[in-house]
């Protein structure tokens, strides 16, 4: 069974950190582009971070650039979303999904459904 198992979130305050995880399980890792993506109430769900499956490229949204930080570890079949600075804004569910990535942009190539995500919560 292909899935995508986000975890990692919580509560933060302003200006903290945390690190996301997306285990995947039921494909091989090192034949897909990962990304990221949010939904904070009321919005859209939006892509916001994807690295490539020969880590040539990685991508990231203009809001969330130079804060946070997507990795890759393959042999743990896991993708990691290092967030450092969080703003309150940043409150939303993650998620993660198979992508097609380049430098400049991202596009959901769906292997599975959506997960659950996992809640990110950065109080002021």
């Known amino acids: 069974q292909v899935q995508l198992v986000e975890s990692g979130g919580g509560l933060v305050q302003s200006g903290g950190s945390l690190r996301l995880s997306c285990a995947v399980s039921g494909f091989t890792l090192d034949d897909y582009d990962i990304g990221w993506f949010r939904q904070a109430p009321g919005n859209e769900r939006e892509g916001i971070s994807c690295?490539?499956?020969?880590?040539?490229?990685?991508y990231y949204v203009d809001s969330v650039k130079g804060r946070f930080t997507i990795s890759r570890d393959d042999a743990e079949n896991t993708v990691y979303l290092q967030m450092n600075s969080l703003k309150p804004e940043d409150t939303a569910v993650y998620y993660c999904?198979?992508?097609?990535?380049?430098?400049?942009?991202?596009?959901?190539?769906?292997?599975?459904?959506w997960g659950q995500g996992t809640q990110v919560t950065v109080s002021s």
């Open positions: 999904s198979t992508v097609f990535c380049s430098g400049a942009y991202m596009l959901r190539t769906p292997r599975a459904p």
């Open positions: 690295i490539d499956r020969r880590v040539d490229f990685t």
